[in-house]
């Protein structure tokens, strides 16, 4: 399954995109694709906050993002701004700490294709505002269309 779920990611964001672009990685560094608006702010502070935490982040802004989200299997219940694909398989969807995306890929639950943080809390990485946070959880996106509970940030220090 893995491999399908892998070839077919792939396949989708060829679609899209048309190219791919290399990049040059820090050694041990995660490479994540994000799909974002140009024009977004806050996908950028979630990319900072990444590459803070040993990602190295590529962006690209595909005409026909909900398109690209539902292709992928992102429900527009678990959707948000942005998308992070690793290995042209894993999916992070919206302000997902990087801790918990490390978590993940560490050890991926059996049937899962990533994580999402549905909608834009305050406070989650990318969207501090200030001293403000409001709890939120990081959900799991399983193949089936299922969800399940991965992660409950009830403050700050839970992102880190």
């Not at 996908?43 to 982040?57: G, P, Q, V």
């Not at 993002?65 to 919206?94: N, R, W």
Request: glycine share 10%; aromatic share 8%.
């Amino acid at each position: 399954m893995k491999r399908l779920m892998k070839t077919s990611a792939a396949f989708l964001v060829s679609l899209w995109l048309g190219h791919s672009q290399a990049n040059d990685v820090e050694a041990g560094a995660i490479e994540m694709k994000v799909y974002k608006s140009e024009t977004c702010g806050c996908c950028i502070h979630w990319m900072d906050h990444l590459e803070t935490n040993n990602f190295a982040t590529t962006a690209y802004h595909p005409r026909d993002l909900g398109g690209l989200k539902g292709a992928l299997g992102i429900s527009p219940a678990m959707q948000s701004c942005h998308t992070g694909m690793v290995d042209d398989q894993y999916v992070f969807e919206g302000h997902v700490p990087a801790k918990h995306i490390k978590a993940f890929l560490a050890n991926p639950p059996k049937g899962a294709i990533g994580l999402s943080v549905p909608g834009m809390p305050v406070g989650s990485p990318g969207m501090e505002v200030g001293e403000r946070f409001d709890p939120y959880t990081v959900v799991q996106i399983n193949a089936d269309g299922s969800t399940t509970t991965f992660a409950q940030v009830n403050s700050p220090a839970d992102q880190y």
